[in-house]
Each structure stands twice: as structure tokens, then as C-alpha cells.
């Protein structure tokens, strides 16, 4: 048994490290806890994303496309940063005709011969294929409604903190075992094997049995977490075999069963069920100011039906909140020298400053 440890462990230790990396490419977010801690939104880029068995990392989706009357509006999907502000260059036009066969191909959502979009997990790319074949078969003139409602699903703060209430306990419950689990595959396992004299008669049957108690455990708590957020039977399948198999990826469950739960959510609705109200506020006045200025960088191409709409959904989604668009971007507090302020990213300047260096857009100034 010794033997073996010495063995599988390093790589058992590694595989877990590698579990928790993500490369978050454009419009790909991760809400990310680490343990028992506050939410906190992690963009474009390398990170460790759920590190602990007992943490959590939501993936959501920042503008995955933008569908008007005409057709849709898609990014790069090759781009590793999502821009502050969308300007023309940003996007390109498909028709609707032109889409052509929409398809979900594993993580890749695809249509008109071409990739239109990289999702994190399949699931997501099923869901964005079927939202872009919905718009497409509408009626041209009940298309812009249609944008309205997919817009109004994405944003429904109530039905996403419904379905966050009906994962939380069995996914906390899944991080839990996972947690013992790791405990006994990264320390009771080592302890035995390595420390002189800890091991007496029987201990290894009894650390064995313990492992499969827990693995056992985890299984039945993720699957029930996998059943309360929606999951097809197909998926649950998949899930459970892979965490069957693999005792390190069992480990972190709780975070793999509750990755997607909000995937199909605005980032702004996921961050109003989950972040601190004060992260919620920043993140709100990011995506209103974002909206108006995309409208004017955008006007040539015919996308303000779109950012209207967009401001509509905003609007109502801040209404769910409990709070308003007023409240939301009420300049900040700051100190006397501060002359001027960016409404995007609330980088404070003196005077002699007309743009925000990051941003790029024009600052406020204080009256």
C-alpha cells in the first residue's frame, strides 16, 4: 500500500492543483469564493477559480452575442479580452439566413461554417444554440420582442436566486464530503505512508473504508445537486461517471456540480444573487455606463435597438435588485483634490484629464 502511495500521490496532488486553473478567454467570468468567503468576480485571464473543495466558482457569460431584427452581432471568439467598451470593430454581422446549421460542437457554439462562440462547458453551448435557433425562427417582426424576452430571461435575478437556493444545499453538502474526501486522500493517506509507526493493524482497512464512505457520500450529494439545478439525465450521467472514476476531481464536487448552475444569467443578475451588495453597485454602474457608451460607439452599425433593449433589461433587473439607475450611478464619494472621475471603472483624476487612461471614454467631472 506504501508503494502504492508513493506512486499515485504526486500525480493525484497535481491533477488537483489543475483542476482549479482556468484561462477565462472574452465574455467568459467566473464568480469565485474561496472557501467559506465573499463572491468575488474574476474576468479574461489565468486563475486559480475554486481552489478549495468547500469553495465555489459560478461561470457566467458576458454578452455572449447580440441579436437584432437583422441579424446577430458576434465577437471574436479568439479574443482573450472582453473590451470595456464595444466598439465597430469589435463585432461582426451574420444574418439570420446566413447562420445557416446552428450547433452546439462540445464547448464550441458554431453556425454559418464558423465558430461564434467559446463557452466554458457544453451545457452552455447547448443553451446558446438553442436561444440563437429561437431568434432566428421568429417572425422578422416579432424578432425585436423576442430579443426583449431572451434579454428579460437573462436577467431574471428571481429566478436565478431560485435556482442558486435549490443547488446551495446539496452543493455545500457535496463540498463538505469533498472536503473530508481530500482530507483523507492528502492527509491521512500520507501520514500512514510516510510517518514511522502510524500505521498499526487494521488502520489502513479502516482508512480505506473511511475514503469510500466519503466518495460514496459526495456521489449522492452531487447528484442531487446536478437534479435540483435542471441537469439533463444524460449529463448527470456523465458527470457522476467521470466523479466515479476520478476521487481527485470527487473532491472538488461541489464546485464542479454547481460551476453552471447560473451560466444561462446576465453576469449582473448572478452578481445580484451573489456578490455583496457593494461589488453588486460597481458591477451595476459598469454595465449602464458600458451599455450607453457601446450605443454611441456602435450607432453606424445599426445597434441601438439592441443597447436599448439592453438598457430596458438593466433597468428592470436593478428594479428586482432593489435599487435604481439613479442610486447606481450617483457620483462617489472622494476627496476634495479629485476634479473628475471615470463612470466606468470610478478611476479618480485632478484636473487636466479629460479621458480615463484604461477606459478610453470621457470623465466626469465634479460639480
Known amino acids: 500500500m506504501v508503494e502504492l502511495i508513493e506512486d499515485v500521490l504526486p500525480w ?26 465573499r463572491f468575488q ?9 475554486g481552489a478549495l473543495p468547500f469553495g465555489a466558482a459560478l461561470t457566467a457569460y458576458d454578452l455572449p452575442f447580440l441579436p437584432t431584427r437583422e441579424g446577430v452581432w458576434v465577437f471574436n471568439p479568439d479574443a482573450r479580452e472582453t473590451p470595456s467598451v464595444v466598439g465597430a470593430n469589435a463585432v ?43 431568434l432566428r425562427d421568429t417572425p422578422a417582426d416579432e424578432r425585436e420582442a423576442e430579443v426583449d424576452r431572451w434579454l428579460r430571461r437573462r436577467g431574471d435575478v428571481a ?22 474526501e481530500a482530507l483523507v486522500l492528502f492527509g491521512l493517506f500520507p501520514v500512514l505512508a510516510f510517518v514511522p509507526g502510524a500505521a498499526q493493524e487494521g488502520d489502513w482497512e479502516r482508512a480505506v473504508a473511511l475514503l469510500g ?37 470527487t473532491a472538488r464536487a461541489g464546485i464542479h456540480v454547481s460551476r453552471d448552475v447560473l451560466a ?7 452578481a445580484a444573487v451573489l456578490m455583496p451588495r457593494a461589488g453588486f453597485m460597481r458591477l451595476a454602474r459598469r ?65 487636466g484629464f479629460p479621458k480615463c487612461a484604461d477606459c478610453g471614454i470621457d470623465v466626469a467631472l465634479r460639480p
Open 213 to 249: 464512505c466519503c466518495h460514496l457520500g459526495t456521489l449522492i450529494a452531487a447528484a442531487w445537486a446536478l437534479v435540483r439545478s435542471g441537469t439533463s439525465a444524460g449529463e448527470v450521467t456523465s458527470t457522476l461517471g467521470v466523479l466515479l472514476i476520478y476521487p481527485v476531481y
Open 287 to 351: 454595465e449602464l455606463v458600458r451599455t450607453d457608451e457601446s450605443r454611441d460607439a456602435t450607432r453606424p452599425l445599426s445597434l441601438t435597438s439592441f443597447w436599448d433593449a439592453r438598457s430596458r433589461a438593466l433597468t428592470r433587473l436593478l428594479e428586482a435588485a432593489g435599487t435604481s439607475a439613479q442610486e447606481v450611478l450617483a457620483p462617489p464619494a472622494a476627496p476634495t483634490d479629485v476634479a473628475a472621475w471615470c463612470p466606468l471603472c470610478l478611476t479618480e483624476y485632478r484636473s
Open 159 to 180: 429566478e436565478a436566486q431560485a435556482r442558486w437556493k435549490r443547488v446551495r444545499l446539496p452543493g455545500a453538502l457535496a463540498g463538505v464530503l469533498g472536503t473530508l
Open 41 to 49: 468576480l474574476l474576468g479574461s485571464g489565468l486563475h486559480l477559480a
Open 92 to 134: 461582426s454581422f451574420l444574418s439570420w439566413a446566413a447562420l445557416g446549421d446552428i450547433q452546439a460542437e462540445g464547448t464550441l457554439l458554431k453556425g454559418a461554417g464558423r465558430v461564434l462562440l467559446r463557452a466554458r462547458a457544453p451545457g452552455a453551448a447547448r443553451t446558446f444554440a438553442a436561444d440563437l435557433v429561437r
Open 12 to 37: 493525484f496532488a497535481a491533477f488537483f492543483i489543475l483542476d482549479a486553473v482556468v484561462q477565462l478567454r472574452r465574455g467568459q467570468v467566473v464568480f469565485n469564493r474561496t472557501g467559506w468567503g
Open 264 to 270: 444561462d444569467f446576465e453576469p449582473l443578475a448572478c
